[in-house]
């Protein structure tokens, strides 16, 4: 019952912000926001961060934690129930399974190929909008300073450090960089 007394608090001190951002479709405000509120410390800035993405994220669960410096760069996110985001995470167009924990320092891409370069060599911007959404399944574990661009299924962990650039399907463990598949469900048992 406290609980849900504060997630109500913290959705009405962060209704102000959210309103203003257009509820997450005013990018330069939101930007401004989630840097913001993921600054705010301790248990408070974790239910304002979650407060604030329930209002402008696609799906957003009160009942997930978003660590200290942890953000997402774009308001086209879902994430599940019970989910756990470590701090100083970057996500970006990003849909969590219900009970994936993210430790700290990950970065979740949106997409391998975000930045194409024209005729003359010289890299383009972000405003082309070539970004795709990663999907991380239910039940999975990233491993801290992980880098993610590509989907992972159900029930995958992903070791410290690995940069994974091909799917990884459900059941698995995957490490290194590029990272592995290095075991299927069945092999662990």
Not at 3 to 23: M, T
Not at 84 to 100: D, K, N
Not at 130 to 144: E, K, M, N, P, Y
Not at 165 to 184: F, H, L, M, Y
Request: hydrophobic content about 50%; some cysteine.
């Amino acid at each position: 019952m406290i609980k849900r007394a504060i997630q109500g608090i913290s959705l009405l001190l962060v209704a102000p912000a959210a309103l203003l951002c257009g509820f997450g479709r005013v990018r330069a405000l939101f930007t401004i926001f989630v840097h913001s509120y993921a600054m705010a410390p301790g248990i408070i800035g974790d239910y304002l961060r979650i407060a604030f993405y329930k209002l402008t994220l696609e799906e957003c669960s009160l009942n997930s934690r978003i660590s200290f410096g942890a953000f997402f760069a774009h308001p086209e996110a879902r994430m599940g129930e019970g989910v756990y985001i470590g701090p100083y995470c970057v996500l970006g167009r990003v849909s969590i399974g219900a009970r994936t924990q993210i430790a700290a320092g990950v970065q979740v891409l949106s997409g391998k190929n975000q930045h194409a370069r024209d005729a003359d060599g010289r890299i383009m911007g972000s405003e082309l909008e070539s970004f795709t959404s990663v999907a991380i399944g239910a039940d999975s574990w990233i491993g801290a300073a992980a880098i993610v661009m590509a989907d992972l299924g159900d029930h995958v962990t992903i070791g410290a450090g690995a940069v994974v650039t091909k799917a990884i399907p459900s059941n698995s463990v995957a490490v290194g960089n590029p990272a592995r598949q290095i075991s299927a469900a069945d092999e662990r048992r």
